[in-house]
């Protein structure tokens, strides 16, 4: 690890996280419902852009951190904007106030997660 590469990482995840606060922040003044609209349009978007230009940049899967590409935006920016950690934290509280709701938001946040980055990565094939 090279300190351009930190540098890189930390910048990419500074922003990505200040966007991550912003979107939830634009969709939670909109919508207040029970379900944890914000962090999954936060996780799935994010899925579909890492998706997407992993791709584009012809990122292997077993080498992921080598370009400042890479580093910056794939490690960085989209692992600063998407959050795995809210997701289980929200699901932990609907489990305690909406039971109902805990195991599919995970289920469908899960699903369709895989099934954005999927899309993401077909459009950038196809797109080329």
């Known amino acids: 690890m090279k ?3 930190v540098m890189w990482v930390s910048l ?7 966007l991550r606060w912003w979107i939830g922040s634009l969709i939670s003044e909109r919508h207040h419902g029970a379900f944890p609209l914000g962090t999954f349009v936060i996780n799935i978007s994010g899925a579909f852009a890492i998706g997407y230009l992993s791709v584009l ?8 951190y080598g370009t400042v590409l890479n580093a910056g ?12 950690s809210s997701m ?3 699901a ?3 489990g305690g106030t909406n039971r109902i ?5 995970l289920a469908l946040s899960t699903v369709v997660g895989l099934l954005s980055a999927a ?3 077909m459009l950038a094939r196809l797109v080329g």
């Open 73 to 84: 935006v794939l490690t960085g920016l989209l692992g600063g904007y998407t959050t795995f």
């Open 88 to 90: 289980q934290l929200d």
């Open 57 to 64: 940049f012809g990122v292997d899967w077993r080498d992921r």
């Open 119 to 121: 899309l993401g990565a």
């Open 92 to 94: 932990a509280k609907l």
């Open 101 to 105: 709701l805990a195991a599919p938001y």
């Open 3 to 5: 300190p351009l590469d």
């Open 12 to 18: 990419g995840g500074g922003f990505g996280s200040l």
